[in-house]
């Protein structure tokens, strides 16, 4: 189930570990494009020559450590990275090839994902925004793109969003759906409003779309091929970003481990089976993701069942964090007021984002759903018009 580093592999490791170490200690300016100049962006992509380099598999997941490893920061770039860029491989033309893939791969255009609507979080096939082909005097299409999107991750940081929306009027479900990429900087016909969340952060927004424009040639995979082009960008959503993803969630769990040693609640036969759960399930989750990473033909329910065991760890992480701090997590580091909320530390704000780890992305119940539907062949749901 673990993959074996070779020599070629661990001369890679010595290249990714000085370039990090360099760069993250002195980096000043934006650090996506800082990824860009070294060639760090888009290592798992099929094709290079996109200003990126290409790595193994094992390199992937090196770099992913080593990344963790020295504390770099956040990533901004990955839904450019790791989800547009694949589908813009499998389904673009060379023309969207060549206009988008290298400004993601140089960390200059951030991408957000257009896909969840009030009444439509987890139902994709229940999407509203409409977008009405027009074509000006000279025969140049484009859209005209109406409608809201929600939850929306980085829109307010984003340079382009790329669009679910329905292109065939009267249609239903699945069917007359269009995959646009839809420029963000439009002020009048897009409005971003950030959602404040019980962290008091805003990483999620609403998105208005009130007539905005998208290019007649900025289509992915033809006009009515949106759904079969979604779906295969939520499938995209595994593979080494899962587990670079766990590499964090083992940061996090250590820091967990030690606050519950450090404070004594380590003593505690049940929060210490607790804990022993946590790691056992983390190791888990990983062979799943190397399970899947070695099959050759994708497993339909590979991505749902990903999300179903993540999702619910990662909650019960944050339950861990605040359990092993007691009565101490209760409290802010300082005297607070409603013009003056205290900064969550560490465990509190991984106790309150990870609330919703078990419905972003995809709700349990509807990923249960895909699986009993998908892999099992169970009866579909029954609808109620």
């Known amino acids: 189930m673990e993959f074996g580093s070779g020599d070629e592999d661990e001369l890679f490791r010595g290249v990714v570990r000085e370039w990090l170490d360099e760069h993250v200690a002195g980096y000043t300016g934006t650090w996506e494009r800082e990824l860009g100049a070294g060639g760090w962006i888009g290592l798992g992509w099929p094709e290079q020559g996109y200003g990126n380099r290409t790595a193994s598999l094992m390199q992937q997941v090196v770099f992913a450590e080593e990344y963790a490893r020295c504390g770099a920061p956040a990533r901004s770039g990955h839904i450019g990275e790791n989800l547009l860029a694949p589908t813009l491989i499998a389904y673009g033309t060379e023309e969207q090839k060549q206009r988008f893939l290298p400004p993601v791969a140089r960390g200059d255009e951030l991408w957000c ?16 925004t409409q977008a009405v082909r027009e074509s000006d005097r000279a025969g140049t299409a484009s859209y005209r793109i109406t409608g809201q999107k929600i939850w929306t991750s980085l829109a307010r940081d984003a340079d382009w969003c790329f669009v679910l929306a329905r292109t065939e009027p009267g249609s239903r479900r699945h069917h007359g759906l269009s995959f646009l990429l839809v420029p963000m900087d439009q002020p009048g016909r897009i409005d971003v409003r950030p959602i ?22 900025h289509v992915v995979g033809g006009e009515g091929n949106g759904w079969r082009v979604a779906m295969s960008l939520l499938g995209y959503e595994r593979g080494v970003s899962t587990l670079a993803q766990q590499i964090g969630f083992a940061e996090e769990f250590d820091r967990v481990l030690r606050q519950a040693v450090a404070s004594g609640a380590a003593d505690d036969p049940v929060l210490r089976d607790r804990l022993v759960r946590a790691w056992a399930e983390l ?14 033909v994708p497993d339909p329910g590979a991505a749902s069942v990903a999300k179903l065991l993540w999702g619910g760890w990662h909650q019960r992480l944050g339950e861990l964090a605040v359990h092993a701090r007691g009565a101490a997590a209760t409290a802010g580091p300082a005297d607070w007021s409603a013009d003056r909320p205290y900064v969550l530390d560490a465990a509190q704000h991984l106790f309150l984002f990870s609330r919703a780890d078990t419905i ?11 699986i009993a539907e998908r892999v099992l062949g169970l009866p579909r749901e029954v609808r109620v018009p």
């Open 113 to 128: 994902q257009g896909y969840s609507e009030p009444g439509a979080g987890s139902d994709l096939a229940g999407v509203r």
């Open 196 to 217: 404040q969340q019980m962290t008091g952060t805003s990483e999620f927004n609403e998105v208005f779309f009130d007539g905005a424009h998208a290019r007649g040639d």
């Open 283 to 296: 190791r888990t989750l990983r062979w799943n993701a190397l399970r899947t990473l070695g099959t050759p």
């Open 360 to 370: 972003y992305g995809g709700s349990d119940e509807i990923q249960r759903n895909v």
